[in-house]
């Protein structure tokens, strides 16, 4: 499905120390899925990172030298028809003692070619074309 896509992308994601005027409770990404096929994370430097499965409470994912984060797409959850859900997560702001940590993190975005057939409604093309309208940036 992604054997020569030109739609994967790493980006490296910057989040800045805390300037102390943040609102309390804040939080640094929004709850969120990725709209492409998987997401593959490095490690980051620092914590932040959450996920939520269904029907639970938020999770801390363990932020250890060597692993990777794993995170199923909303293009997968087409795909399955459900069977693997588009993986819900989110940043949080760092705790106190590591507010004056720069967090950085190098998601690899995987996307699979326009022409694959994601379900009887989409094609990997059309499906992101119509979240990307969703979103207002197309």
Known sequence: MIQGSERS????LHY?????????????AAAHGDI??????PS???????VKP???DWLDVPCEPDTLVINAGDMLEEATGGYYPSTLHRVI???SERSQNSRLTAP??????PDVVLSKRHTAES????????LGVK
């Open 93 to 95: 702001n760092p705790s």
């Open 54 to 56: 269904l029907g639970q």
């Open 36 to 41: 492409n096929l998987l997401t593959v994370l």
């Open 16 to 28: 800045p120390p805390m300037t102390g005027s943040e609102e309390p409770g804040a939080i640094r």
């Open 44 to 50: 980051s430097n620092e914590p932040g990172l959450q």
């Open 127 to 134: 499906y992101l074309d119509e979240r990307l309208t969703e």
């Open 108 to 113: 690899l975005f995987l996307h699979p070619r």
């Open 9 to 12: 992308l790493q980006r490296i």
